[in-house]
């Protein structure tokens, strides 16, 4: 497994939003597990939507919906598309404060054969 680190940029700077495109390094890597080593987020409104800051994954196989609230701890695998194409890992952040929380997340890309392959899980953010 190849791991690459998800983690805001340290310029000093906030940001609104930060892109990571991840390209699997061969054609035998089905599934990307994704561990929020440090996650937190602003909370979901009261119909629990993501209106201020989000996570989202996208370009791959599987449906994810918009994590917010707290995720630190949790994992979640992600299907990769059999066709290729990169997935794009993306932290929106609406709402910048002062004192912004930082995120740190661990891509893993596991190849097909793997017996670490899991099923998708999604985060339990609160």
């Known amino acids: 497994m190849n791991n690459t680190y998800f983690t805001e940029p340290t ?3 906030s940001t609104q939003s930060c892109t ?4 699997r390094i061969n054609s035998n890597i089905c599934q990307l597990r994704l561990d929020f080593d440090t996650l937190t987020l602003a909370q979901p409104n009261r119909n629990g939507q993501c209106d201020k800051d989000k996570f989202s994954v996208s370009g791959g196989m599987s449906n994810v919906p918009q994590i917010c ?4 701890g949790q994992h979640m695998y992600y299907d990769l598309d ?4 990169a997935v794009k890992l993306l932290i ?4 910048i404060n002062s004192s912004p929380s930082p995120w740190r997340i661990r891509v893993a890309q596991i190849p097909c054969d793997s017996k670490y392959r899991g099923d998708l899980t999604y985060p ?3």
Not at 92 to 95: H, W
């Open 92 to 95: 929106d952040r609406s709402v």
């Open 124 to 126: 339990d953010a609160t």
């Open 69 to 72: 609230g707290t995720a630190t």
């Open 11 to 13: 310029s000093g700077t």
């Open 20 to 23: 990571l495109n991840i390209n």
């Open 82 to 85: 059999p066709n290729g194409g």
